[in-house]
């Protein structure tokens, strides 16, 4: 395993470097900290927002569902997804990229200003995105295990801090930088196993006739009810819209025409990332490995059987870019909650800028350190996992955003329900505590909506102010504050 080991080695030396390079730029500037200073091409923001968003999950997570739970039960998962790109390009992209701050919290403080907007949702990021965070490192922990022989604790341990160290002292230019590296190393690796799958066995379809007539449960639809393909559907198509570590992508757009092009670009090529993994890596790992006891293992019995070391060292190094490209967003959103949501408003007149750099690399450490200690410890099937977490964020944040941004009749009373209504329910759904058996988005989403058109109707109307400045961030770039 020595070839598979430095090749690995190689590129985590690579992304400290990077780091590294970047810092010297950013750590005295929190514009270049959180948004890369605004001027991210299109090509460039494409491949770091597809590579965000396809995580760990994306390659051993997705693959590991459609293994257990069926090919239909993922697709209806990522198809959610994929429709959740264009809803962001034509909902938010354009507004949020003209308001011109830092996180989604600064436009929902912004939108409704009450406290209570402005500590809830960082509390709400923080929660959801330490559950993300944590079942990305499992990822990394059993693809290290698996593949370099490295016992899984000490594999988590040494990747969490390599990504620690390059997020918190290089920022968004680092993570955009590496991300983008990271991106075309995940594409190349799941379309090109993919494309040596089919070559080797036959089409898609003949894998999907062979791998079906072994395991028929893989194509099945019976695995889950109909809500619950609803559910997994809906909080992904919602979440991208709103989810902070995808938002911070839209700001570091150079324009809004930019921040919208971003969005489907990436959204054909974490398509094709996807319809590689399920359609022709899935079916050769059910008919070759039939009873795995962990499914998330699947990807890895595959690259272990079927490729020489060199690969195998590759195909490390792209699951643990696949981890470290969405986890080091999530990082960076962890630490814009405290550093900049939680903290911010509080020190930025009081602390020099050194003080405030120090409070930014410190989040990110605390957060890391938090995830890891829960990770001793993964969570079966961490597809499964991380959407829950995601669909807080989706039943919270969704409803008060895109009203906020759309509807005139949108108030203070309003966005303060939806969100906390929205949260709440979400929670209790998903606790157990009470529903109507169904899926936990599809309670909390409507109760969301309509605790926004029932706070409209019961509290005072926006003023015509605050509606002149919402308008102007669909016409004209620049900020509104």
């Not at 069926?70 to 997804?81: C, H, N, Q, R, S």
């Not at 079906?212 to 619950?228: C, D, K």
């Not at 926004?452 to 669909?474: D, K, N, R, S, T």
Request: aromatic content about 8%.
């Amino acid at each position: 395993m020595i070839v598979e080991r430095v090749l690995v080695l190689l590129y985590l030396v690579g992304c400290i470097g990077i780091g590294i390079l970047a810092s010297r730029k950013v750590l005295g500037s929190r514009d270049e900290y959180w948004v890369a200073g605004r001027r991210i091409g299109t090509f460039v923001n494409s491949m770091a927002i597809m590579a965000s968003l396809a995580s760990g999950g994306s390659i051993i997570g997705v693959m590991g569902l459609a293994y257990s739970q069926g090919i239909p039960a993922t697709l209806a998962l990522f198809a959610g997804a994929v429709l959740g790109f264009p809803l962001a390009s034509l909902l938010v992209a354009e507004p949020l990229r003209n308001f011109g701050r830092y996180t989604i919290t600064d436009f929902l403080a912004y939108r409704y200003p009450k406290a209570l907007v402005r500590y809830l949702v960082p509390a709400l990021i923080i929660v959801a995105f330490t559950i993300y965070i944590v079942a990305q490192l499992k990822a990394a922990g059993i693809t290290a295990n698996a593949l370099l022989g490295i016992p899984y604790n000490t594999a988590l341990t040494l990747a969490t801090v390599v990504f620690i160290l390059y997020v918190s002292i290089g920022g968004m230019i680092a993570i955009t930088w590496t991300d983008v590296i990271q991106g075309l190393l995940m594409l190349a690796v799941v379309v090109g196993t993919a494309l040596v799958m089919v070559w080797r066995v036959g089409s898609p379809f003949e894998l999907m006739q062979q791998a079906t007539a072994v395991a028929p449960e893989l194509g099945q639809v019976t695995h889950r009810t109909v809500s619950s393909y609803m559910g997994y559907f809906v909080i992904w198509a919602t979440a991208i819209p709103v989810i902070p570590h995808i938002v911070m992508r839209v700001l570091t757009a150079r324009d809004a025409r930019s921040a919208r092009l971003s969005l489907n670009v990436a959204m054909l090529a974490y398509s094709v990332l996807i319809l590689a993994a399920c359609l022709a890596i899935v079916p050769v790992g059910k008919l070759n490995f039939p009873a795995l006891a962990d499914a998330d293992q699947v990807f890895l019995r595959v690259i272990e059987s079927e490729f020489p070391p060199v690969i195998r060292g590759v195909a490390v190094a792209a699951v643990l870019a696949a981890v470290m490209s969405t986890t080091d967003a999530l990082l960076l959103a962890c630490s814009s909650a405290i550093a900049h949501d939680l903290l911010g408003n509080l020190l930025h007149d009081r602390a020099s800028e050194k003080t405030l750099a120090l409070i930014r690399v410190g989040s990110a450490w605390g957060i890391g350190a938090l995830a890891l200690y829960w990770a001793f410890s993964p969570p079966e099937l961490i597809s499964e996992f991380y959407t829950a977490g995601i669909g807080l964020l989706s039943a919270s944040l969704f409803v008060p955003t895109v009203a906020g941004l759309w509807w005139r009749q949108a108030n203070l009373a309003g966005g303060v329900a939806a969100l906390v209504v929205g949260a709440a329910t979400y929670i209790l759904v998903q606790l157990g505590i009470f529903g109507l058996g169904l899926s936990p988005i599809l309670v909390a989403l409507p109760a969301s909506a309509l605790a926004m058109v029932a706070g409209a109707l019961l509290g005072p109307p926006e003023e015509q102010a605050m509606l002149e400045q919402i308008e102007a961030l669909h016409r004209a770039p620049g900020t509104t504050h």
